[in-house]
């Protein structure tokens, strides 16, 4: 009996063979009958002709059937696969047609739910399963908008569609990706849910954040403490001229230490959502205008120019956070200013986009520019350009990650264009419709 079933075994698949060559067989007797009636009521050469012809269709269908068997027989192993892929998954995937009924339902989301395959099995899920606690977490998974916590991730209306679903009781946090089935011919079937686990991960980045918020709070008391005392020293004027460029040198470190908690801290308040926006109606021109004023004199120190190209026809007030947004425009004229070259010039313009409910801002220099590979990068947290790293040692890499996501917060978009020795312009936009603001901060991973 062992030997047996290790024969078995070791050829899973051989019997889709004998299934796929079954037309031939059934084919063998009709071509034999055939060719005994005409050997009877025939004459020797039409025989001999229809015995060709009859070969000929013999060794077709089994060809033919022999093909057909080894389709099925990759098939099947192609299904085996699949499945096996599928049932190994450690998200949970849900499949359900269009009337809601559950046609998958696999392990994984039988561990996720607590609840058994054969227990919601062509059942319907209906929003009003909430109120049964052994299905409350599966109706709130298939019907998102009744979860406690939920954060759209992806396009409203476009597929896959993904959301983060937060619980409290137990905690547990979600991402569910839903993908609609398609029938082959353009319909849906129906729609399949992947739901990953993302509780260790999300409480991994708010450890993180929580170390980086009190880790910066208590280094930024005695850094300012230090700030204090470096310019209360610079004011001595009993100084040597060596001691003041050695106490102006500690100040300047002081004062960019104190800058990078700073960052530290925003990009923590961000990430958690809880940066704290409060927009008013803004004039845009006047807000540019008093940007432009306070950076005037680090231009001038750079002898660099400062232009404001104004719009020729008037732009409408918007709604912007005032204070978060000239961190955006404090930070793009300091880098347009730190790297660009002597006598060099830095233009904003402010104009309405066409056919759009946007106003696009762009800060233009002229200089080193960003290399294509590290363009892609810029906007990512502590990413420097190599020539930027040679050119100006001093920087976090911090700054263009904050301005972006101050500038999604504002309902815009930022980007940047660039060429090596020849400058950059960054390019933000503002809508001019106050609903196209996001309503609520997202939490960033």
């Given at each position: 009996m062992e030997s047996s079933n290790r024969e078995t075994s070791s050829n899973p698949v051989s019997i889709v063979p004998k299934r796929g060559l079954r037309i031939f067989w059934f084919s063998l007797p009709l071509l034999l009958g055939a060719f005994l009636i005409g050997l009877v009521y025939l004459e020797p050469l039409f025989v001999f002709i229809q015995g060709a012809f009859l070969a000929l269709v013999a060794f077709a269908v089994f060809f033919a059937a022999k093909e057909t068997a080894r389709?099925?027989?990759?098939?099947?192993?192609?299904?085996?696969?699949?499945r096996g892929i599928i049932y190994g998954l450690d998200d949970a995937l849900v499949a359900y047609d269009q009337d809601f009924k559950v046609l998958f339902f696999n392990?994984?989301?039988?561990?996720?739910?607590?609840?058994?395959?054969?227990?919601?099995?062509?059942?319907?899920?209906?929003?009003?399963?909430?109120?049964?606690?052994?299905?409350?977490?599966?109706?709130?998974?298939i019907f998102p908008s009744l979860a406690p916590g939920m954060v759209t991730r992806s396009q409203v209306g476009a597929y896959p569609q993904i959301v983060d679903l937060s619980f409290t009781d137990p905690a547990l946090e979600l991402r569910v990706v839903t993908a609609p089935v398609?029938?082959?011919?353009?319909?849906?079937?129906?729609?399949?849910?992947?739901i990953r686990n993302r509780t260790r991960e999300v409480l991994l980045v708010k450890s993180k954040n929580e170390f980086l918020t009190v880790a910066s709070h208590q280094l930024r008391g005695p850094l300012t403490n230090i700030n204090w005392a470096l310019q209360t020293l610079l004011g001595d004027k009993a100084m040597s001229e060596g001691s003041v460029e050695i106490v102006k040198?500690?100040?300047?470190?002081?004062?960019?230490?104190?800058?990078?908690?700073?960052?530290?801290?925003?990009?923590?308040?961000?990430?958690?959502?809880?940066?704290?926006?409060?927009?008013k109606q803004t004039d845009l021109i006047e807000f540019v205008e008093k940007i432009l004023g306070e950076a005037s004199p680090q231009a001038r120190r750079a002898t660099v120019k400062l232009y404001f190209d104004r719009p020729k026809e008037p732009l409408p007030?918007?709604?912007?956070?005032?204070?978060?947004?000239?961190?955006?425009?404090?930070?793009?004229?300091?880098?347009?200013?730190?790297?660009?070259?002597?006598?060099?010039?830095?233009?904003?313009?402010?104009?309405?986009?066409?056919?759009?409910?946007?106003?696009?801002v762009s800060v233009k220099d002229t200089g080193i520019g960003v290399p294509p590979e590290g363009i892609g990068k810029i906007f990512t947290k502590f990413f420097r350009a190599d020539n930027?790293?040679?050119?100006?040692?001093?920087?976090?890499?911090?700054?263009?990650?904050?301005?972006?996501?101050?500038?999604?917060?504002?309902?815009?978009?930022?980007?940047?264009?660039?060429?090596?020795n020849r400058g950059s312009t960054f390019f933000l936009t503002l809508p001019t419709d106050p609903t196209l603001i996001p309503p609520h901060e997202v939490v960033i991973e």
């Amino acid at each position: 009996m062992e030997s047996s079933n290790r024969e078995t075994s070791s050829n899973p698949v051989s019997i889709v063979p004998k299934r796929g060559l079954r037309i031939f067989w059934f084919s063998l007797p009709l071509l034999l009958g055939a060719f005994l009636i005409g050997l009877v009521y025939l004459e020797p050469l039409f025989v001999f002709i229809q015995g060709a012809f009859l070969a000929l269709v013999a060794f077709a269908v089994f060809f033919a059937a022999k093909e057909t068997a080894r389709l099925g027989q990759a098939g099947t192993v192609e299904h085996n696969e699949l499945r096996g892929i599928i049932y190994g998954l450690d998200d949970a995937l849900v499949a359900y047609d269009q009337d809601f009924k559950v046609l998958f339902f696999n392990p994984a989301a039988e561990r996720l739910f607590h609840l058994k395959a054969d227990t919601v099995l062509e059942d319907k899920l209906q929003a009003r399963d909430v109120e049964r606690p052994e299905r409350k977490l599966l109706a709130q998974v298939i019907f998102p908008s009744l979860a406690p916590g939920m954060v759209t991730r992806s396009q409203v209306g476009a597929y896959p569609q993904i959301v983060d679903l937060s619980f409290t009781d137990p905690a547990l946090e979600l991402r569910v990706v839903t993908a609609p089935v398609d029938d082959g011919k353009g319909g849906i079937l129906g729609f399949m849910k992947i739901i990953r686990n993302r509780t260790r991960e999300v409480l991994l980045v708010k450890s993180k954040n929580e170390f980086l918020t009190v880790a910066s709070h208590q280094l930024r008391g005695p850094l300012t403490n230090i700030n204090w005392a470096l310019q209360t020293l610079l004011g001595d004027k009993a100084m040597s001229e060596g001691s003041v460029e050695i106490v102006k040198n500690a100040a300047t470190a002081s004062q960019a230490l104190l800058g990078i908690i700073e960052d530290l801290l925003n990009i923590t308040r961000i990430e958690e959502g809880h940066f704290g926006y409060s927009f008013k109606q803004t004039d845009l021109i006047e807000f540019v205008e008093k940007i432009l004023g306070e950076a005037s004199p680090q231009a001038r120190r750079a002898t660099v120019k400062l232009y404001f190209d104004r719009p020729k026809e008037p732009l409408p007030k918007l709604m912007l956070d005032s204070q978060k947004l000239s961190l955006v425009f404090n930070n793009l004229l300091d880098n347009a200013i730190r790297y660009n070259v002597p006598n060099g010039e830095i233009i904003v313009k402010a104009e309405r986009m066409k056919d759009q409910p946007f106003v696009v801002v762009s800060v233009k220099d002229t200089g080193i520019g960003v290399p294509p590979e590290g363009i892609g990068k810029i906007f990512t947290k502590f990413f420097r350009a190599d020539n930027a790293l040679k050119f100006q040692t001093e920087g976090s890499g911090l700054g263009l990650y904050i301005a972006k996501n101050i500038v999604q917060a504002h309902g815009g978009q930022m980007w940047a264009e660039s060429e090596v020795n020849r400058g950059s312009t960054f390019f933000l936009t503002l809508p001019t419709d106050p609903t196209l603001i996001p309503p609520h901060e997202v939490v960033i991973e």
